[in-house]
């Protein structure tokens, strides 16, 4: 079965600093993974994914993750955050299911961004 | 593109009403998830839809749930009787057939407080 961990339950950082979001999954098969960003009152927004190729993949508001299958990981990482990046962050895999691609979830990571 | 939609935003019930939650995926999306998130919680799949087939619904506590999609564009989620444990936001969110490489589009979702 597939699942998806992330390992830290809340991130607090100051602002201009730089944070990992950490993100482990688990599969027999090959995934495709994701980052989705909820801010407060509102669906989720993709961050970022990861199909194939390259292991580092660029997404908006300056993120960026690397997908290292040996770790089976996908760490969520940014230079240097500001306040508006405060926001609770998921990790999701997507994997063959049925008829169609099942989407899991990991438990999320609040990250708050401190002046 | 107009993008996923549903109503209402918000839902406060007392115990052992019911309630129905209303979601219009993305035109052409023939892949439709419901989720719920509790409170402090990552995304839980409910029911997957293909077109208005059920793919998935493993994790439907049925005995107080149920889901359609009957003419496989809008769907409806209902509960009856709630508990309080049903406290929750309800997402939903859509997907191009038989794309696991593609990004779900998420609703803004509806918050059900139980009382």
């Known amino acids: 079965a597939q699942s998806v961990t992330q390992l830290d339950s809340q991130v607090p950082v100051f602002e201009e600093a730089p944070v990992e979001l950490r993100c482990n999954y688990s599969?027999?098969?090959?995934?495709?993974l994701f980052w989705y960003v909820q801010y407060p009152n509102q669906g989720l927004q993709l961050l970022l994914k990861?199909?194939?190729?390259?292991?580092l993949v660029k997404g908006i508001n300056g993120f960026e993750a690397e997908f290292n299958k040996s770790q089976t990981s996908f760490h969520l990482r940014k230079p240097s955050v500001h306040i508006s990046d405060t926001a609770e962050y998921f990790c999701?895999?997507?994997?063959?299911?049925?008829?169609?691609?099942?989407?899991?979830f990991g438990q999320g990571t609040e990250l708050s961004v401190k002046p | 593109e107009a993008g996923v939609a549903q109503s209402p935003r918000y839902k406060i019930i007392e115990k052992r009403q019911s309630v129905a939650f209303w979601c219009n995926p993305i035109?052409?999306?023939?892949?439709l998830y419901w989720y719920q998130q509790i409170l402090g919680q990552g995304p839980k799949l409910l029911i997957q839809?293909?077109?208005?087939?059920?793919?998935?619904d493993s994790q439907l506590p049925k005995d107080r749930f149920s889901a359609e999609r009957l003419k496989g564009v809008d769907s409806t989620l209902k509960i009856q009787p709630a508990k309080l444990e049903d406290s929750a936001v309800y997402l939903c969110?859509?997907?191009?057939?038989?794309?696991?490489?593609?990004?779900?589009?998420f609703g803004q979702g509806t918050r059900l407080t139980v009382v």
């Open positions: 969110a859509s997907r191009p057939a038989g794309m696991m490489n593609t990004e779900a589009f």
């Open positions: 599969s027999s098969v090959s995934v495709y």
């Open positions: 990861y199909l194939s190729g390259s292991t």
């Open positions: 999701a895999v997507s994997v063959t299911y049925n008829q169609g691609g099942k989407l899991i």
């Open positions: 035109s052409g999306h023939a892949t």
């Open positions: 839809f293909q077109n208005n087939g059920v793919v998935d």
